[in-house]
């Protein structure tokens, strides 16, 4: 087992620190979430699970609020940006903070440094050490600022999600490779919550196996991206509680070509249980997909505690 898989196996003590720590209470008209690469994309998710817990929220790539926050968002008047990074250095989420400052936002930083530059420069910080032999791929980090922004959400997170992720990576890490074999694209299906929960699974695959992999909104899939389902593709379908059925025929339709599917919270060539309801599903789902990246790289002898044209921080 590399330091990559130890992580990923390691992380759940973490886990249950940030379950019962204090976070700051926020309360705005729009919470805009800001981040680059795995933190945009939990930006992604957290912003959902604002939403469905009546609290309106965009995401926004760091890089984007930094260049052109009128892009995205014509009113800044009671919003409050929330920047994501582990590392809480990365250019573009640092600029973003301090543009906002500058503009008389108000700022949250969540993240796994909490004397960071972006730590700094906000007004409140929701904190959670990561372990500390996490590398330049994000599995624990990403996790950890998942849940936390998901309890400001309002969101209860159950000790029987720890559980839950301990079972999912244990499945995934031992099965994975019973429908990978020969596979060599690969799509992650998921909406709502989810859809950032497959754009960070696609980025897994890619950051540490060096394939080919997209995220797809699930029913977007058949309009288009579907005709490149064929033998050599695997899909990932993410599983919503209130869309499975349509969720299983499409499944059912990439299975026809020919593609294998993992199922998480559902069915598919390979099918792994989600333990718990509701939005804490996506932590499960996170870390399962985080363990599929590690053995798709095993699979192609890649190792990817040295991710290739990667660093830890990417600072301009
Ligand atoms: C963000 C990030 C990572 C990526 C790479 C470079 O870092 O883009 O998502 O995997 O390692 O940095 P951070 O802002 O969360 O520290």
């Not at 899909?235 to 509680?241: C, G, Q």
Request: aromatic share 6%; net charge neutral; hydrophobic share 45%.
């Amino acid at each position: 087992m590399n330091t990559t898989e130890r992580v990923i196996v390691e992380q759940f003590p973490f886990w249950e620190k940030a379950i019962g720590m204090a976070l700051p209470k926020v309360e705005a008209d729009i919470f805009v979430f800001v981040g680059c690469g795995t933190s945009h994309y939990v930006a992604m998710s957290l912003a959902s699970a604002f939403n469905q817990n009546g609290k309106r929220a965009i995401a926004v790539a760091g890089s984007e609020w930094a260049l052109r926050h009128e892009a995205y968002l014509p009113n800044i008047a009671g919003a409050m940006v929330v920047g994501i990074s582990r590392s809480g250095e990365s250019t573009e989420v640092v600029q973003a903070v301090k543009t906002s400052r500058a503009l008389g936002i108000r700022t949250l930083a969540i993240t796994c440094e909490k004397d960071s530059s972006m730590a700094k420069a906000a007004d409140l910080v929701a904190f959670a050490p990561t372990h500390p032999d996490e590398g330049i791929v994000m599995s624990s980090s990403a996790s950890l600022m998942l849940l936390m922004g998901l309890r400001m959400a309002g969101v209860k997170v159950e000790p029987a999600v720890v559980a839950g992720a301990r079972a999912a990576v244990a499945a995934m890490g031992e099965k994975a490779l019973t429908v990978t074999a020969g596979r060599n694209k690969f799509v992650v299906l998921g909406g709502g919550i989810y859809f950032g929960i497959a754009s960070e699974g696609a980025l897994k695959l890619q950051e540490m196996s060096i394939s080919v992999s997209q995220p797809f909104y699930t029913m977007e899939y058949r309009h288009g991206p579907i005709s490149l389902a064929d033998e050599h593709l695997l899909a990932v379908m993410l599983y919503s509680e209130d869309q499975s059925e349509a969720e299983e025929k499409l499944v059912g339709e990439i299975r026809a070509k020919g593609a294998k599917v993992i199922g998480l919270g559902g069915p598919g060539d390979l099918s792994l249980p989600i333990a718990t309801r509701g939005l804490q599903r996506s932590l499960e789902m996170m870390a399962a997909m985080q363990i599929l990246g590690e053995r798709v790289a095993n699979s192609k002898n890649i190792d990817s505690t040295q991710p290739r044209h990667l660093s830890k921080v990417v600072v301009l």
